[in-house]
């Protein structure tokens, strides 16, 4: 590791200069960084699950799953128990070393979140990283997920507080925050990211970007997705954004946050290998694995071992004794 300062106090103007950049400047730039912190050839891989789909109360401009958009998704209720752990055991036996579970929620009831603790506490005694995306939480929701051994929790700012009213109302982006300080303070890792491609702008990208950053700790995990159209959204039908607008906010991401996990995640199936190729190299070192995220398709195990293969690049395995220590009880307040 070199001796660069992690910073929290990023202004607007000086991200959107590393996003004018010249091309190959800031992909040099981004990968210096990326290797100080982390092997270059080395990808974190996660596997994703839909354990409760659709008829959410949130009306997400990009979503299949919310109740108030017209789309062919089938409604699902909360998976039993076993179902689970053999989805999870499936991913764990394809390579994936992080098991991520996605309920399609505005927030999880205490009930609902009481059969969740036990799919965690299943998945984490498979020797896997734990990770849920469930919506809002309460800090006390927060407490026991972390008691339960959850590793990370996954709840994504989307885009920037100014450009956040045209894709969703009803909820606002400090609700969002408020949910990243919950899990904060619970001592949970943090999963946050963005979607590009909603019709947003540059400056929108860089102001996202600097919301993540100046964070009292950056997100472990930084997750940013390609918008995938599903017909029957609003969205569908937004201008395709440009592949190259796309790598140089990864790159980004990677300078701003060089100590996190920037993850390539929805919209890899629209991804051709060489963008692919040109994001690692901007710094992005963890990708979903497997067909479907959540309702959305995603490239086949296969294909991919195929190209970590053609770049010379190897999952990172995660041993049952880190897993394990990660399950220590939560830092009481005070």
Not at 215 to 227: A, D, F, Q, R, T
Request: charged share 25%; net charge negative.
């Amino acid at each position: 590791m070199n001796g660069t300062i992690l910073r929290h106090d990023w202004r607007l103007d000086e991200i959107e200069a590393l996003l004018d950049l010249p091309f190959n400047d800031l992909l040099f730039r981004a990968q210096s960084t990326h290797r100080a912190r982390f092997d270059p050839n080395q990808v974190q891989v996660s596997s994703l699950l839909s354990i409760k789909t659709g008829a959410c109360s949130e009306d997400c401009g990009y979503c299949s799953q919310s109740a108030k958009h017209s789309t062919d998704l089938e409604k699902e209720k909360l998976l039993p128990l076993n179902e689970v752990v053999e989805a999870a055991e499936a991913a764990k036996a394809k390579g994936a070393s992080r098991f991520c579970m996605g309920a399609a929620w505005r927030n999880p009831t205490d009930k609902n979140l009481a059969r969740v603790i036990e799919m965690v506490q299943a998945v984490h005694d498979l020797g896997m990283e734990t990770c849920l995306t469930l919506g809002m939480l309460t800090e006390p929701q927060a407490v026991q997920l972390r008691e339960a051994g959850l590793d990370y929790y996954n709840h994504n700012l989307d885009t920037s507080p100014e450009f956040y009213g045209n894709v969703i109302t009803t909820r606002t982006f400090e609700d969002r925050l408020d949910t990243l300080a919950h899990v904060r303070n619970a001592d949970i890792n943090i999963c946050s990211g963005g979607i590009l491609g909603m019709g947003e702008s540059r400056r929108d990208r860089a102001s996202m970007l600097r919301e993540l950053c100046n964070l009292k700790k950056h997100p472990e995990s930084v997750p940013i997705n390609l918008l995938v159209q599903v017909e029957g959204t609003p969205l569908f039908g937004t201008d395709a954004l440009d592949p190259f607008e796309f790598i140089r906010t990864i790159a980004v991401a990677r300078i701003l946050m060089p100590e996190s996990y920037v993850r390539l995640s929805a919209g890899r199936n629209e991804m051709s290998d060489e963008m692919q190729a040109l994001c690692f190299l901007a710094g992005a070192n963890s990708v979903f694995y497997g067909e479907r995220l959540l309702t959305t398709d995603n490239p086949e195990t296969d294909s991919d071992r195929v190209l970590f293969d053609r770049l010379g690049m190897h999952m990172e395995q995660v041993v049952e004794s880190e897993v394990k220590a990660a399950k220590k009880p939560c830092r009481k307040a005070g």
